[in-house]
């Protein structure tokens, strides 16, 4: 079992009640937001950390806890949002609008110190959020923003890839990922403000490559500051458990990328 973090709520609402035993427990439902955070001693940085679950769960052990841990090694602060899903019931017998979860987030960021440089980290579902962290003007040092096969912009309505995909349950949802389709040309308020590191499988069927490859066209276009990594055997949801591939390097990767950013 992983230590236990400092819990702080965010928003109204009962307590959440979670699915499962460690290191695979979830979130079916998420009834307030929350911030679990987990600290080190004398912090170089901090992260805000992002669990996919498609916005109708939260994997909050594989792609939430077991992130923070990992950051905690390399000297940074982790916070792990545990944030409200679009079209879930509220309590009060309406259910969360489509941005409820980047309310959250604005609303962790302002539980954190200002006087850390800051990093979004989101796996999935997480990623995309993430990116649309970054795309926040905030009062926040935020160095950059690490992505991994997150559906960044191949789920809004007309752009999906493959062409004719079902649009998403619950309709907030899908309106979510029209209203931010991440790294899209002609789509300049989805750009994201800072540096970002991506991470993908190169034959996900979850999460098609063009989601990233979208990004970096775009990139390449507008000189941003991304770097890109593709995995060709990975499978979708690698997280940090996938260690037979070549996709096992990418946390060094990434903590290296870090690194050039403090």
């Known amino acids: 079992m992983a230590n236990s973090p400092v819990s702080t709520a965010l928003s109204s609402g009962a307590a959440n009640a979670i699915e499962g035993e460690w290191p695979d427990q979830r979130f079916a439902l998420v009834s307030r937001a929350e ?12 992260a805000l950390v992002y669990a996919g679950g498609g916005y109708t769960s939260l994997f909050i052990d594989k ?16 916070h792990v949002l545990v944030h409200r899903l679009p079209g879930q019931p509220d309590g009060k017998g309406d259910v969360h609008p489509k941005d409820i979860a980047l309310i959250d987030g604005l609303t962790a960021l302002r539980h954190l110190p200002t006087t ?11 990623g995309h959020l993430a990116g649309v962290m970054a795309c926040q003007t905030v009062d926040a040092d935020v160095r950059g923003a690490i992505i991994a096969y997150a559906p960044l912009n191949a789920n809004h309505r007309r752009h999906k890839y493959p062409e004719g995909k079902p649009d998403y349950p619950p309709v907030e949802k899908q309106d979510f990922y029209d209203d931010w389709p991440i790294g899209l040309s002609g789509h300049p308020h989805a750009i994201p403000k800072v540096p970002v590191f991506l991470a993908y499988a190169l034959t996900d069927t979850s999460v098609p490559i063009q989601h990233a490859l979208r990004f970096i066209e775009t990139a390449a276009v507008q000189k941003l500051d991304v770097d890109a990594h593709i995995f060709g055997q990975a499978p979708h949801g690698f997280a940090l458990r996938s260690t037979t591939g070549s996709e096992a390097s990418w946390p060094t990767l990434a903590a290296d990328w870090i690194e050039r950013r403090l």
């Open 63 to 78: 792609e939430g806890v077991e992130v923070a841990l990992w950051l905690n090694s390399l000297g940074i602060d982790a």
């Open 116 to 126: 850390l440089p800051l990093f979004h980290v989101g796996l999935s579902s997480g």
């Open 35 to 46: 911030l679990w955070s987990y600290t080190v001693t004398a912090p170089r940085a901090q």
